[in-house]
């Protein structure tokens, strides 16, 4: 590089402040890796070490988002370019999130490293590479931070790969275990298809519209959807179906239920919760653009097609979970459905017509990631305390659990009530706002198609009746006098109780304020218009925008380009697609 032709572009300390989130993970990496040169493979030690670093990211994640929701990031410059990474009220939600379930599951490892040890054989094996297990759980980690922050389809592809190629590789962390290598294979196979589908619906997408930023996409969708043609929406299911790999939806699920069968629990609880809340974020981000560009009537079939595929998800999900006698398996099919009911409301955002309720489907998606969080993090934490101690997770390892071990089973009986959705329980909550977002959206002229996803929702609800209370008939009214009884980690029994009382709690007491915190965070998921930060600082040099006539800042590296496909219509192109980058109408005022 000639240094006379070229800028070379620093960050400042302030846009560093930014990405707290990303360099706390970074930094947590580097810490295990460094214990784990001076420590040896100590996995209670490195473990520990690995729990310190994922809440020492988790504050920073917490200190950027209250800097973002506080408006401490308004000296920043507004977004006039296309950004490739984001930072607003949105991506710091998801951030949050997944740092939060991060530690926990950190936690949960730690909670199991004793048990293990006086397990069986098959499951000891897993403490052989502690350190190489969580620098790849952070990674991945990373990597679904890095999904919810961007538009451009250059880095989204590479953020699903960065959390995909690690995920692979913890699957077979248990070295011995001949179903971990198998599914971890299995997962790879079906990863690599899905990821060449992605790039090769990227690059038909680059060029029908010569860009790889969505908003500017969108743009010209709306403006004129004729060009589009059959390639272009080919690449927008290119893109679907990397992003459907994710949420585990139909068509691309198979990989899940072998995947969490063969995997060790803790990264099974992390893949059922993580990756589908990285995905259902990007899908929800994508959707958002579409329509903040005003392209509503013209993504209508991308409106049909999430709720279909959301219909298929769930009822595939609860139907193969009929058949299952491994609560893992069970457990993972379960996820695939719940991934089917929150993609419903991904759905209420495209119709123009839904602007007004678009809030309520933030407010009830926002509200059931949370309770999802805890009903599988009880459920699966439970299971792993089982198969700790029994060297199975098959359901006649639960025979008895009732008598054997009562602090186990009844907080397993609330998750698995909740995930129903019974009251007086969190899971209940979470499905009647999701059935009252969908019902109010289907009162509307014209969207009354919506009406089929009610129903698919409440009967899946019936039908996962069946598998969640065969577990609490196995517990309570099926025994084995020969089944020994064991007593749990204590660790573990704070965690999983903590999980019941907060679903109880939910259920009852704070139905109403969980509803209105989701509700109050939901309408300022984006910041205002105008407000939205990117790698750009004030003191940088400064240019008179020709079309909106404001400053916009310097581009940096980390700065897309509009490309120009159509010349004619370029001028009101960028102004839509700078209203695009930086509108919050999409969720609190209405489509522009």
Known sequence: MILGQADIWMPTAQELHLFGPELGL????????????????????????????????????AHTAVR??????????????????????????????????????TWLWLIGVASREAAPDRTRAALQSPPEFFVLLLTSALGMCLMVGTLNLLVIMIAIETASLPSYAIVASDKRSRPGAEASLK???????????????????????????????????ALDPAPVGVLGWLGLLGVGVGIAFKISAVPVHFWCPDVFEGAPIEVTTWLSVASKAAGLGLLLRIVLAFVSAGAGE?????????????????????????RQTSVKRMLAYSSIAHAGYMMMLTAIFVPPALAARSNAATAALIAYLFVYLLMNLGAFGITAMVAWRTGSDQLSSFTGLGRRSPWLALPMAVCLFSLIGLPPLGGFAAKWWLLIALGKAATVAGQEWLWVLVIVAVVNTVISLYYYVGVVRQMYLADDPRQPAFDAPFGGLVMVHACAVLLLLLGTICFGPLGDRASAYASNLFFPAGQQTTLQSPERE????PVRGGVA??????????????????????????????????????HP
């Open 187 to 221: 997962y790879v196979l079906f990863g690599a298809t899905t990821a060449a589908v992605m790039v090769y619906g990227i690059s038909l997408l680059y060029g029908v519209f010569h860009t790889l930023d969505v908003p500017t996409i969108a743009a010209r969708m």
């Open 68 to 105: 973002v929701v506080s408006g401490g990031l308004a000296g920043m410059a507004p977004a006039q370019s296309t950004p490739m990474l984001i930072v607003d009220n949105f991506s710091v939600f998801f951030k949050l999130f997944i740092s939060m379930f991060l530690a926990l599951i």
């Open 553 to 590: 800042a310097r581009s940096s590296p980390l700065a897309g380009a509009r490309g120009s496909v159509f010349p004619e219509r370029e001028r009101r192109v960028a102004t839509e697609t700078d209203f695009a980058m930086t509108s919050g109408d999409a969720l609190s005022g209405g």
């Open 26 to 61: 970074v930094g947590a990496i580097v810490g295990v890796l460094i214990v784990a040169m001076v420590a040896g493979r100590n996995a209670q030690v490195t473990s520990a070490v690995a729990l310190l670093g994922t809440l020492a990211a988790l504050m920073l994640t």
């Open 298 to 322: 013209a993504a209508m079939p991308l409106a049909y097609g999430i709720g279909a595929i959301a219909a298929v998800t769930c009822t595939v999900g609860n139907l193969a979970a009929l």
């Open 542 to 545: 400064r240019r008179v925008d």
